[in-house]
């Protein structure tokens, strides 16, 4: 599978930004989807995870009630509504897929993802 991220920019403390992730073939339903992010001199981490079937969702703690994951099978694409951003949400910001990840400690690891998009930088300006 092939991911497109988009959606990224700069926007002020408080806004809002929707990242899309946009994948190729006609399987996607049966992959797991995530969102991962990268600030400068950081590692990557874990933001979001949404399973196959978009029956549950995982968050991690500093952007739970912040950051909304979906996805729509017949359209091929997962999204990341972020809403309340701060500067500390500063990043690029990755989409990745793979059938494998199910458990909750499995969908966000980043070693259980094969598949990654290109990153979309997102600018929160304090």
């Known amino acids: 599978v092939q991911l497109q991220a988009s959606g990224g920019g700069l926007v002020q403390a408080g806004g809002s930004l929707k990242l899309s992730c946009a994948a190729s073939?006609?399987?996607?339903?049966?992959?797991?989807m995530c969102w991962f992010r990268q600030a400068p001199g950081k590692e990557r981490e874990f933001v979001a995870a949404?399973?196959?079937?978009?029956?549950?969702?995982y968050y991690a703690d500093s952007v739970k009630g912040r950051f909304t994951i979906s996805r729509d099978n017949a359209k091929n694409t997962v999204w990341l509504q972020m809403n309340s951003l701060k500067a500390e949400d500063t990043a690029v910001y990755y989409c990745?897929?793979?059938?494998?990840?199910?458990?909750?400690?499995?969908?966000?690891?980043?070693?259980?993802?094969?598949?990654w998009g290109q990153g979309t930088q997102v600018t929160v300006s304090s």
């Open positions: 073939g006609r399987t996607f339903s049966s992959y797991s």
């Open positions: 990745a897929a793979d059938p494998r990840p199910y458990s909750e400690k499995s969908l966000q690891s980043i070693y259980e993802y094969r598949y």
């Open positions: 949404i399973r196959r079937s978009g029956g549950m969702t």
